[in-house]
């Protein structure tokens, strides 16, 4: 060979990185682009569309209403998102692309599910056209965040909501679980109908609800971070537990939430899917009654009904 410059020699060898652990969550918890146009499509007087966002946020159009459970964007869910358990699935899509929301709830205050600054995008897009649904002893901290419209509820306590032309009632219903943000301020705190947990363990108290307010068309029930039993089990049901509620509650069809977003417990990340489905089958229901979806998976539920085996 002569002398001369070699133009291959000069092109550096680069090793690509692979991050393995991420392929295989691409695999085993794969994130979608949710189809807006499919959520919002239909007769508004039949709809029943959800998507699951992640962890216990939870988009649902029941008729012409849509809802927005427990909205948290951020990486980390902790004080000043710097601390608290890492996310380890994105957002399906960002606040901007959202469709127009009509209400958020909001369950409790913990950090997962309740986050500061996703508030204030969404006050930032939607503004005072968005009604937020509170628990009791938390409508001043939403205030301050810059929520116009907000009502604070107590178990039992029910309030209405008028939009598109319809009337529609919100309740509060009691959960096992617990409050709090800082140190010091723990426990301080028409066609289709929707129920949603939000972060609970199991009691008896669904029964009454499902005697009250049911049959729900469908529920969002959380069946994630279960895990030691011996310290989760007043706070987190597991799947099981989840079933039960899904029976107590007379729901027709349940959407399993709070599992497979966030790191905050020892069980393996797939096994809350696993285990659910193996309840579900022990308990004699049909398959699809209480189902796992995909991130950002438009679930459409307008003509389907599913009964008991």
Avoid at 48 to 75: E, F, N, Q, S
Avoid at 202 to 228: E, V, W
Avoid at 263 to 292: C, I, N, Q, S, W
Wanted: net charge negative; proline share 6%; hydrophobic share 35%.
């Amino acid at each position: 060979m002569g002398s001369g410059s070699s133009t291959e020699a000069e092109i550096p060898n680069v090793t690509p990185i692979v991050d393995q652990e991420e392929l295989e969550l691409d695999k085993t918890l794969p994130v979608l682009k949710p189809d807006i146009e499919t959520l919002a499509a239909g007769e508004k007087s039949n709809n029943l569309r959800a998507v699951w966002m992640g962890h216990a946020c939870v988009l649902v159009k029941v008729d012409d209403l849509v809802v927005l459970t427990d909205p948290v964007w951020g990486y980390k869910c902790g004080p000043l998102g710097k601390m608290g358990a890492k996310r380890y699935r994105p957002p399906p899509c960002s606040i901007d692309e959202l469709p127009e929301l009509d209400a958020v709830v909001i369950s409790h205050n913990h950090y997962d599910h309740l986050e500061y600054s996703t508030v204030v995008k969404l006050n930032k897009r939607f503004g005072k056209n968005l009604h937020w649904f509170v628990a009791e002893g938390q409508a001043k901290w939403m205030r301050d965040a810059g929520c116009e419209m907000v009502t604070e509820l107590t178990w039992w306590e029910e309030a209405s909501l008028e939009k598109h032309g319809h009337k529609y009632t919100i309740a509060a219903t009691p959960s096992q679980h617990w409050c709090q943000r800082t140190a010091t301020d723990r426990d301080k705190g028409p066609r289709h109908n929707f129920y949603f947990a939000g972060d609970t363990g199991y009691c008896f108290g669904f029964r009454q609800i499902g005697r009250k307010y049911g049959p729900f068309s469908l529920a969002a029930i959380p069946i994630g971070a279960y895990h030691p039993r011996w310290f989760m089990r007043p706070q987190h049901c597991n799947p099981e537990e989840a079933v039960e509620m899904h029976v107590d509650l007379r729901a027709r069809r349940s959407l399993a939430i709070h599992w497979g977003t966030y790191v905050m417990t020892v069980e393996p990340y797939m096994e809350p899917k696993t285990k659910l489905a193996d309840a579900v089958a022990a308990r004699g229901l049909h398959e699809a009654a209480f189902t796992t979806v995909r991130h950002g998976e438009v679930l459409d539920l307008d003509s389907e009904t599913v009964e008991d085996r």
